[in-house]
């Protein structure tokens, strides 16, 4: 959570940090990233932006889920 801010120089919203921090391990994280991915993501098409990209590091299975619920 303080990697992401100091080395892109971003803010990462508040109800972000806090899901986060109420994780209790990895896949509660992961869970919570591909909620906040979800929801972010219908925003932005609901606003007309026609086109979506994202970095998948290599693992896919985040990805699919998200796109499972886009498409």
């Known amino acids: 959570i303080t990697n992401l801010p100091r080395n ?4 990462m919203p508040d109800d972000l940090i806090d899901a986060i ?3 209790r391990n990895d896949d509660d994280v992961k869970n919570v990233g591909v909620e906040w991915a979800i929801h972010q993501a219908k925003e932005l098409m609901e ?3 026609p ?3 994202f970095y998948s590091m290599g693992k896919s299975t985040a990805i699919q889920q ?5 498409y």
Do not use: Q
């Open 8 to 11: 892109f120089f971003i803010d």
């Open 21 to 23: 921090d109420n994780c």
């Open 51 to 53: 086109c979506l990209h």
């Open 47 to 49: 606003k007309g932006v």
């Open 66 to 70: 998200i796109a499972s619920k886009l």
